[in-house]
């Protein structure tokens, strides 16, 4: 009987004011699409980088000194003559220069400057879709997931980074970047002649990784090495303060929007129906009863807004691949978890306050309240 009572009242409170019921709900899905979209985004490119770069082939990462993880990030600081060095360690086999560099005018996409015999040294090769390598400074290969979204072939021109270059080839995709130009090429655009980002590095046995990284820490002793096979884990956030520091912030400030929102809902709810509570208590509910009202009307709109926002999530998330879809957004049960539960808690916060203020009025002065 108490639960039909329930039932009735949170429904009739809920449907006599749409409007303010409606922004109740939409604000908390927006707290919902803030967390997953933004999160889901990130843990996209992270994964997708993550698989690029170990799809290389290499068996480990050589960077500077203090270098991002993400490989895009990182400087050209060190060296080309490194790689004669490294050679000389006992079980390298061979070594490929890369420079990094971003195109951000359409999405993210990494470009890498390498010299392709080097390259294909370390990596195997590509697997030719069309084409042929580059042979010229203006040249570039691209990879098929490239091709596809900004529907380019063999011998179309493209723009990037204020230079126009002529597409030779396109590869299956996986081997670290989208994008590939001669070293010299990236050396000029950069101004960083000689210098490279990071290194692949090829072992004659890759069981032996974790002894020739040793080797290369007593030669190199300020300069990171990583077996490549532990990258993907090392992109997680939890390994990245700074990323780690990024989420928490979007975490933050959706959770205030959601707090917020519901707790004016809430106290504007208690306001105008003032009289109704006024009515409730002179016919005997008890202050715990209010209290369970008010929360209960609160988790309403909260689950109704949770439901809203994974939905339009997942659209938004698909939205985002076709028009970028050199971008990915990773949306993983665990945030969904943790998004729908910092907007049950933004409810049950937002409406403490209001759910208090309305079960310690007077019931006399509640039914005189106009």
Known sequence: MFFFMYKKIIVAGLAARPVRTTVSILAVALEVILILVVVGLTAGISNETAKRTEGVGADI????????????????????????????????????????????????????????????????????????????????????????????????????????????????????????????????MTGAVNRVSLFYVKLKDPSQVNAVIEQMKKVFPTYGAIPLKEYAKLMMSNSMPALDAFIETVVFVAVCIGVLVIFLSMYTTITERTREIGILRSLGASKQFIVRLIFQESAVVCLIGVVIGIGASFLIGRLVTVVFPTLTVLITDGWIARASAFALLSGIIGSLYPSLKAA?????EALAYE
């Open 61 to 188: 990462l050589f960077q500077p000194p203090n270098s991002s993880l993400l490989l895009a990030l990182s400087n050209s600081t060190m060296p080309i003559a490194l790689s004669g060095k490294m050679l000389e360690i006992e079980g390298v086999q061979a070594v490929a220069p890369v420079q990094t560099q971003v195109n951000a005018s359409s999405g993210l996409e990494v470009i890498y400057g390498i010299d392709i015999d080097k390259f294909n040294e370390v990596s195997g090769g590509f697997i030719w879709h069309k084409g042929r390598p580059f042979s010229a400074p203006d040249e570039v290969i691209v990879d098929d997931i490239y091709a596809h979204a900004r529907n380019v072939d063999v011998g179309d021109p493209v723009k990037l980074l204020n230079h126009t270059f002529k597409i030779a080839g396109i590869v299956e995709h996986g081997k670290g970047a989208r994008l590939f130009i001669p070293l010299k090429t990236a050396e000029g």
């Open 360 to 364: 310690t009025q007077d019931p006399v």
